[in-house]
């Protein structure tokens, strides 16, 4: 493996500042690398090396020039393919949207450009982010670089993937019940979901618009606060982007928070819960205690985990998601009907509906069919106060929950998923138990505040195992600083699959 490689997003940065190393030679690593991993892990949907190599040349003539580079100059990264660019294609994952070519960037795409970044392609994923396991991808499952017979997690899988495989030096995801979190711990790296607004949504495609968030996937938390930094900030393009300063992440994060008040989430110990998992938590309390951090024991009665008789999983929070997520696709993915763009059937049709029917039932995958229905049958006449409406007043009552334990706590922490990544193909015949496979990160988008996944080591079969840190709205900077705690006491960082030692 080149040394380039190796170095972390920041550190990849200020060698190219300091002429080091060039971007060109950065870029032409991580293509080499694409080009001897990808065939393994499946996590990239397009590659722009042509362009990606100019952007680095552009990169190396400004250095060389003397001229001022952003906070990501030379930095390849990976871009989910649900984030428009007017480069390439915007797919989703998706058959209907197959050769969707975008005719503008996403706001996060134009500020990793400003900043510097160099955008080597668009990642695979769940079909329009609808999954946990990126199974549900048109085009191919995303592999594990832990042991390519395991799921990366979804439906950020791709960028996951290939930010733990060395296949990009840093990559964003979107999160709407987990879907940064839970990949990122599946495949060893960090993930933060920010606080709803904190992140422009313009020019991502809709799933859950309530839900939605764009945020970083990274080999460590520096790496995380780096591109939080470059994302962040109001967009008047977007309605839900909130009007606040963007703290300068780096600079406070090696600073301890001072009196740390680390809350454990009583409800989230269920017995189902991985035995090795739950270790891992326990460690990160005794870490926290170790380094004087105080350790308050909350409730969060509104997420309760509980088992039945048949030791399945249940909580509130999941039913109101699945709820409140499946309606707001339902009216999202109602544009997609053949006429204006994507897919259109080749078969002839009688008329306008048969025109829609064929297109959307040719076009879409059954688990985004699935949710559709869901979602459109909750909004229904007759159905929609006693299910949605219903799921709205639950959202509250979850919302309450986590407003009351930041009264008492700077952060919370928990598990991010019961169990580490599963076998492929182990539950797609279950939908119900693919979607536990969120039931600790899904509260968190309903609630709207920030959370982040951090490695926690090895489980004994050599998967990753990880630890999940919540903190209250807006506030990712104390979060990103408790995770910068957690990281440096423990010496969990960086984590690296065999798979990329052995290329």
């Not at 189902?272 to 350790?295: F, H, M, P, T, W």
């Not at 048949?310 to 929070?317: D, E, V």
């Not at 909004?379 to 219903?390: F, I, Q, V």
């Not at 969120?438 to 309903?446: C, F």
């Amino acid at each position: 493996m080149s040394d380039i490689l190796n170095l972390s997003a920041l550190g990849l940065r200020d060698a190219i500042a300091a002429g080091e190393v060039s971007a060109a030679e950065a870029t032409r690593d991580y293509l080499d690398a694409i080009e001897a991993m990808d065939k393994k892990v499946c996590a990239y949907n397009e590659i722009f090396a042509e362009r990606a190599m100019g952007r680095a040349e552009e990169i190396d003539k400004k250095r060389s020039a003397g001229k001022t580079l952003g906070a990501l100059a030379g930095v390849p990264v990976a871009v989910k393919d649900n984030i428009c660019t007017s480069f390439g294609r915007t797919s989703c994952s998706s058959k209907i949207l197959e050769n969707f070519h975008a005719p503008y960037d996403a706001t996060v795409a134009g500020k990793l450009e400003s900043a510097g970044a160099i955008i080597l392609g668009k990642t695979n994923m769940d079909e329009f982010a609808m999954g946990s396991s990126t199974e549900n991808s048109a085009f191919n499952a995303t592999r594990n670089p832990w042991d390519t017979s395991h799921v990366p997690g979804g439906s950020s899988g791709g960028s996951a993937a290939a930010v733990a495989a060395r296949m990009c030096a840093a990559a964003v995801g979107s999160d709407t019940g987990g879907s940064i979190r839970q990949p990122a711990a599946f495949c060893g790296v960090v993930g933060l979901k920010p606080t709803y607004g904190r992140v422009s949504r313009y020019g991502l495609v809709a799933f859950g618009s309530s839900l939605d968030q764009i945020g970083p996937l990274a080999r460590d938390v520096a790496d995380s606060a780096l591109l939080l930094g470059a994302i962040a900030g109001h967009d008047t393009h977007d309605s839900t982007s909130i009007d606040r300063p963007v703290p300068e992440y780096l600079a406070s994060l090696d600073k301890p928070v001072e009196k740390l008040r680390v809350g454990l989430v009583k409800e989230f110990h269920s017995e189902s819960l991985d035995d090795e998992i739950r270790a891992a938590v326990d460690k990160a309390v005794k870490i926290y205690r170790d380094a004087g951090a105080e350790i308050i024991e909350v409730s969060l009665p509104h997420s309760r985990v509980d088992t039945d008789e048949g030791g399945q999983l249940s909580s509130y929070a999941v039913a109101c998601y699945y709820l409140v997520a499946t309606a707001e696709a339902s009216s999202n993915l109602a544009r997609y009907d053949g006429v204006h763009y994507g897919h259109r059937t080749a078969d002839k049709v009688g008329d306008i509906i048969e025109l829609y029917s064929r297109s959307r039932a040719e076009g879409f995958g059954d688990e985004v069919k699935r949710r559709i229905m869901l979602g459109t049958y909750a909004l229904s006449s007759g159905y929609y106060d006693a299910y949605y409406l219903k799921a709205l007043k639950v959202r509250r009552l979850i919302k309450n929950d986590f407003d009351k334990a930041f009264e008492n706590c700077d952060v919370l922490l928990c598990p991010v998923a019961p169990e580490t990544a599963f076998k492929i193909g182990e539950k797609t015949a279950d939908p119900l138990t693919m979607y536990l496979s969120d039931i600790y990160t899904i509260s968190v988008n309903l609630a709207g505040i920030p959370g982040v996944s951090i490695p926690a080591g090895l489980s004994e079969s050599g998967l990753p195992l990880a630890v999940q840190l919540l903190g209250n709205v807006f506030a990712e900077e104390t979060l990103l600083r408790a995770a910068r705690m957690y990281e440096m006491a423990s010496g969990i960082t960086r984590l690296t699959p065999e798979i990329v030692k052995e290329n």
